[in-house]
């Protein structure tokens, strides 16, 4: 790269630093925010190009850091370093909503716990069911998130006995329990909801609460409780 292009590059990554330190990330475009993102993992040239590139295919932001690594190196101009950065980055994010999950007073917001799902699973290619430990007064525990069951593109078996186990076995007083639909579509099925019934009676055996079932993709979120199903 000539000297003057990489002046010119240092001083693009300047102003957008100064624009994100004055008006944080409502202050730029997408793929402006994209670039910002890229400049720490690209120390040098121009990252527009490729961050218009990660848009055009992915969409937003989001659709970004939801996609695979493979497809996210067969961007022109990424390199081997920055998809792994940008997964780091997702991968943060959702320790982060975990980290604040736990330091909530309770758990029983629908809105809270489909965010924190559909960050954590939404995205992926295959159904995973997973489950949240939370105490009596339906706060997480710590590090109070496990994956039980992984499964292909449409299914993954949960066996009651199994979520009660372990529930038990980490002393929890409730569980709020999520599984993905790799699909899209978070309409639940007669299975899912037979697989409900089946989770609360085990529950209520030992005495457990079953606070919600949610169902998530990357856009949407179903929560039984909300529609009355729990």
């Known amino acids: 790269m000539k000297t003057s292009e990489l002046h010119n590059s240092h001083g ?7 624009r994100f330190l004055k008006a944080g990330a409502q202050g730029l475009a997408d793929y402006e925010l994209v670039e910002l993102l890229l400049t720490l993992a ?4 121009d990252v527009k190009g ?3 590139a990660l848009i055009a295919r ?18 022109k101009g990424l390199g081997t370093v920055a998809p792994v950065a940008l997964r780091i980055v997702r991968e943060a994010a959702a320790l982060y909503l975990q980290g604040r999950a736990e330091a909530q007073e309770s758990l029983a917001d629908p809105d809270a716990l489909a965010a924190f799902w ?6 992926l290619r295959d159904e995973v069911f997973e489950v949240a430990y939370l105490d009596s007064t339906l706060r997480l525990l710590r590090d109070g998130v496990e994956r039980l069951e992984e499964g292909t593109v449409d299914r993954a078996a949960v ?8 529930a038990l076995k980490r002393g929890a007083a409730a569980l709020v329990v999520a599984h993905n639909h790799p699909a899209g579509d978070v309409v639940p099925s007669e299975h899912d909801k037979l697989l409900t019934r089946a989770l609360v009676l085990a529950a209520e055996t030992v005495h457990l609460k079953i606070v919600d079932h949610l169902i998530v993709s990357s856009d949407a979120a179903f929560s039984f409780r909300a529609a009355g199903l729990l």
Request: proline fraction near 9%.
């Open 12 to 18: 693009h990554r300047s102003r957008l630093r100064a």
């Open 42 to 45: 690209i120390p040098r040239g």
């Open 50 to 52: 490729p961050a218009k």
């Open 58 to 75: 992915f969409g937003n932001l989001r659709g970004i850091l939801d996609a695979p690594l493979e497809d996210l190196a067969a961007v």
């Open 118 to 123: 559909r960050m954590r699973i939404g995205a």
């Open 159 to 166: 066996y009651p006995r199994r979520v009660v186990e372990a």
